[in-house]
């Protein structure tokens, strides 16, 4: 019985540290970059709708990882890996055209949007990876929880870490706050172009 339980909570801990290391991979920077770019509007003190926002994502990207580890939903390789970076480059954009702070509704809710409708597609980039590690594996339920609990840690981390960044600069340092947006923005924007030439499959 224990020897059970410690199979399971050891395969847990390691899909668990597959997870976060594989969404904070610099080498896999895609997913970072979108996840900035969600939070490109926000500061610290809006770390409720952070919160939100996040959770949106991880929601999103949820639903696809496991029905395409599963085999339910099969989509080509190569259109995710395409797909990824214009979600990034569309979620980018919007934040650098915007006229309206973080405090407008309708600017909060397409932030909602973007984080639930593009995790689907993130999801899907997430489950290759997943399925090269699980190989013929029959038991994929623990891996597949671990892995998603371990991506939203990740997630979590960076978003930490810029919500941080943001405050020094704009709250401590001084930087304009619709200045720190647009140059954030427009740098994950010009670096999804990149991306998107670079996955171009047609």
């Known amino acids: 019985m224990w020897t059970i339980k410690n199979e399971v909570v050891s395969e847990f801990a390691l899909y668990f540290g597959l997870g976060k ?3 904070l991979d610099t080498n896999g ?8 770019a969600l939070c490109a509007v926000y500061l610290l003190h809006d770390w409720k709708k952070v919160l939100i926002l996040v959770t949106a994502f991880t929601i999103g990207h949820s639903i696809t990882l496991a029905l395409a580890t599963l085999n ?15 979600t990034i480059f569309i979620t980018a954009f919007t934040n650098v055209v915007k ?5 407008s509704k309708a600017a909060i809710q397409i932030n ?18 997943l399925r090269e590690l699980l190989g013929k594996s029959q038991n994929i339920v623990t891996p597949l929880f671990a892995f998603n609990v ?23 340092v001084g930087v304009a706050r619709r200045d720190w947006r ?15 030439k670079d996955r171009i499959f047609w």
Do not use: C, K, T
Not at 113 to 124: K, N, P, R, S, T
């Open 112 to 129: 909602y949007v973007f984080a639930l409708f593009f995790g689907l597609i993130h999801g899907l980039g997430f489950s290759n990876f």
């Open 72 to 86: 339910i939903v099969v989509f080509p390789g190569e259109v995710i890996e395409f797909l990824i970076p214009l």
């Open 21 to 23: 290391d594989h969404i």
């Open 29 to 36: 920077y895609d997913h970072i970059l979108f996840v900035i």
């Open 150 to 172: 371990g991506l939203e840690l990740g997630q979590l981390i960076i978003v930490a870490i810029f919500l941080v960044a943001g405050f020094v600069l704009v709250q401590l």
């Open 182 to 196: 647009l140059v954030i923005s427009s740098a994950i924007a010009g670096m999804a172009l990149v991306l998107m």
């Open 99 to 103: 006229r309206d702070e973080v405090s």
